[in-house]
């Protein structure tokens, strides 16, 4: 499905930063659409006259930003699993997915720790350990029946652990730099980056096969990071020092590029989160752009969003981005210390 986005098709200039990206370092309650704390106007993209077609909505960077508390049990839990000073927010947040009744989950590799907002309870949790391990480094998670997926790269594993913050098993072997995770039916697909493919997983954690290798062809990659997947079951991985999104189908038979290296709109020079939504439009953020860019189900550009900076709908250094049934779009805002909410806006 084409999407008429009412913009000039120019390519826009970027800030590239020298400051070289690390390659490997869910929802809330439906957010109001005005942030008393949001510089006016509320940003929006593509900027006027055209017509907008993503909006900003708020920053996130301590829950009671999403009006949640903790409860009392899950304070002790916190204090019992090393969750530490709980209300001083995010410190680098990197991963997020969002569940199957629009749960927010975000890892946090500065903490390091996982989040977890429960958007029909109004409370949050958060986990610096689960079972004997303490997370090292946590760059994404996946939720889905009440077990938390979450691949620590530090630890080399992916743990799986229940809402109780117990380890239910863990995946070592299979992967070595686990970086990505994205959940398609009953398979969890892991990008790793230690060995330049994609693990897939039953949610039990038996292996059933890998896709991909080191290279630079098609199907082939260097140092995946991320992964998503669609409706349909198709697989989006960023090839990272490839400058470019790849697209698979369920049993891994690639299906198409997105991206590629450049400095102009529509390619990429260290990308980093990928999501899509329900009309098919794939967005994608470039740690070194500090953007989001959008793309449609073709993998044609449509639109910019955002740019360096520290004010709403800007960016430093983005990473994940996870998109709810609700058209709401949220961003890593790795170090801003935020995760960021935005909107599409269909047309009318």
């Known amino acids: ?5 009412s913009i000039d098709g120019r390519a826009l200039g970027r800030l590239t930063l020298s400051l070289a990206a690390a390659i490997t370092a869910g929802c809330v309650t439906t957010p109001p659409l005005s942030d008393p704390n949001a510089q006016q106007p509320t940003p929006v993209w593509p900027p006027p006259p055209a017509a907008a077609r993503v909006t900003y909505v708020r920053s996130v960077g301590v829950p009671a930003d999403l009006g949640m508390r903790l409860s009392l049990w899950g304070r002790l839990l916190g204090v019992i699993s090393g969750g530490g000073r709980i209300h001083e927010g995010f410190v680098k947040p990197f991963g997020l997915c969002l569940d199957e009744d629009n749960n927010l989950c975000v890892t946090d590799t500065g903490a390091p720790a996982v989040w977890f907002f429960d958007r029909r309870r109004m409370r949050f949790r958060r986990w610096g350990k689960v ?4 997370f090292v480094s946590p760059v994404a998670v996946a939720k889905k029946h009440g077990l938390f997926y979450v691949a620590d790269s530090g630890l080399g594993k992916v743990l799986v652990f229940g809402m109780e913050g117990d380890l239910r098993f863990m995946i070592e072997h299979g992967v070595q730099r686990p970086t990505g995770l994205a959940i398609a039916g009953e ?6 980056a230690g060995t330049h493919c ?29 992964v998503s997947a669609d409706a349909a079951g198709r697989i989006y991985v960023t090839d990272s020092l490839n400058a470019r999104v790849q697209v698979f189908d369920a049993e891994g038979k690639f299906q198409g590029l997105i991206g590629g290296l450049g400095d102009g709109s529509g390619h990429f020079s260290r990308p980093k989160g990928v999501a899509v939504d329900h009309f098919g439009h794939v967005y994608v953020t470039d740690a070194l752009f500090d953007n989001l860019q959008v793309f449609d189900s073709q993998g044609r550009f449509l639109l910019d969003v955002g740019s360096a900076g520290q004010s709403a709908g800007e960016f430093w250094m983005p990473a994940g981005v996870a998109v709810g ?5 949220y961003v890593a805002d790795s170090y801003n210390r935020r995760v960021q909410i935005l909107r599409y806006l269909e047309k009318k």
């Open 198 to 226: 994609v693990a897939v997983f039953g949610l039990d954690g038996e292996l059933l096969f890998k896709f991909g290798r080191r290279g630079v062809g098609n199907g082939e990659f260097n140092f995946p990071t991320h």
């Open 325 to 329: 049934r609700d058209d709401f779009i």
């Open 1 to 5: 499905m084409r999407m008429d986005w």
């Open 187 to 192: 398979r969890l697909y892991v990008a790793d």
């Open 131 to 134: 079972g004997p391990f303490g």
